[in-house]
């Protein structure tokens, strides 16, 4: 992997500073305590590192160099502008903080290149991030007329508009019902194909109109905004997220440094149960049943550390809407596998 030439460390002299959008609002990232109380103690000695695998806007990054101080960071993001943004939060940790621009599924070629094949710190926080949603010219939020997008990383991959206007009914039915869990996909994917016939989708208010007026009524008044399902599965293809995430998280369990922790936040069932079925698979034996003896390298060598998966509570849900759906599932590495054992 050619390593962006954007990657930067925030302290370097020479960078080019950056401006920060007045309308990007820095939030409180969701669950920011809990995955402290995750992640923290795993970097507890002096030079741990900790990989934030989708950086945003560095929220919870900066809570956690915070209560590690003496752990450093690799933070990865595809999203140039919410890098920039990072950089600028994470600028005060100076040399204690390295920022690569890449995709989640880079992380072992990311560490290879920075010389840290095991780390005690991994967390992933899937899906969309606050910058993507906020700035309306990005194209991933229903409430905003802008051109539809929905790139994570706008260098590169076919934008929402190109689905929309070029694959079959078929593949479309299978994205909303697959991906965004649209219980009436096949009448949604007619009314994409027959209003494209007219005129190509451009900008994400023609596709809510279309949607205004495919979902029924009575379905959007108890089930929210029309859009909602749809912008989802949108996202999700258009960035190969699940494809993405299942080849992701085994790469990122095997850079785990004996002792070290992994947090995964979803917001998705599917991204979700990948995650589940994973950190299962590592904290059960693989032992054939009726074995007499365990051999150590049948012995599960993940330890759970949430039982099933966590939720935000109701006052953190009030407080920040976006937490409603999130299920953060975390568990630490408790012997090598693999490669791991050779190293």
């Known amino acids: 992997m050619s ?11 020479g960078t080019t500073p950056v401006h920060v ?21 795993a970097l507890a000695h002096p030079g741990a590192v900790l990989v934030d ?15 590690a101080p003496t752990a450093r960071l690799i933070g990865i993001d595809r999203d140039g502008e919410a890098l920039a943004i990072a950089a600028e939060r994470l600028g005060r940790f100076g040399d204690r903080v390295t920022l690569v ?58 934008t929402a508009a190109e689905v ?48 205004e007026t495919a979902i029924p009524r009575v379905s959007q008044r108890s089930g929210g905004h029309p859009a909602k399902r749809t912008f989802q599965a949108l996202r999700i293809e258009v960035n ?4 993405t995430w299942s080849a992701t998280l085994p790469a990122a369990l095997d850079a785990l440094a004996v002792g070290g922790r992994i947090a ?27 074995m007499p003896i365990e051999r150590l390298e049948d012995a599960p060598y993940l330890r759970l550390l949430t039982r099933g998966a966590e939720t935000a509570g109701a006052p953190e849900q009030a407080a920040n809407p976006r937490s409603a759906s999130v299920r953060v599932r975390a568990a630490e590495r408790i012997r ?4 791991v054992s050779r190293a």
């Open 164 to 211: 929309l206007n070029t694959y079959d009914r078929a593949d479309l039915v299978r994205i909303l019902r697959d991906y965004g869990e649209e219980r009436f996909a096949p009448r949604v994917a007619a009314a994409i194909v027959a209003r494209r016939s007219r005129r190509e989708f451009r900008t994400t208010g023609e596709l809510v109109e279309v949607l």
């Open 336 to 339: 090598p596998t693999g490669e």
């Open 3 to 13: 390593l962006d030439p954007l990657a930067v460390q925030p302290h370097a002299s």
């Open 240 to 243: 190969a997220e699940l494809s």
């Open 264 to 290: 995964v936040m979803s917001y998705h069932s599917l991204e979700d149960r990948i995650t589940k079925q994973t950190l299962r698979a590592g904290a059960t034996s693989s032992a054939a049943p009726g």
């Open 53 to 67: 695998a989708t950086l945003g806007l560095g929220g919870h990054a900066v809570a956690l160099l915070e209560a």
């Open 101 to 158: 621009q890449a995709v989640y599924d880079e992380v072992a070629e990311v560490l290879a290149a920075y010389g840290c094949p095991r780390v005690e710190a991994i967390l992933f926080d899937l899906g969309v991030s606050s910058l993507q949603l906020d700035v309306p010219e990005r194209g991933f939020a229903y409430r905003f007329d802008a051109p539809l997008d929905m790139r994570m990383d706008q260098r590169r991959g076919v």
């Open 21 to 41: 959008p007045v309308h990007v609002p820095v939030h409180v990232p969701v669950l920011r305590e809990r995955i402290v109380e995750l992640l923290a103690p």
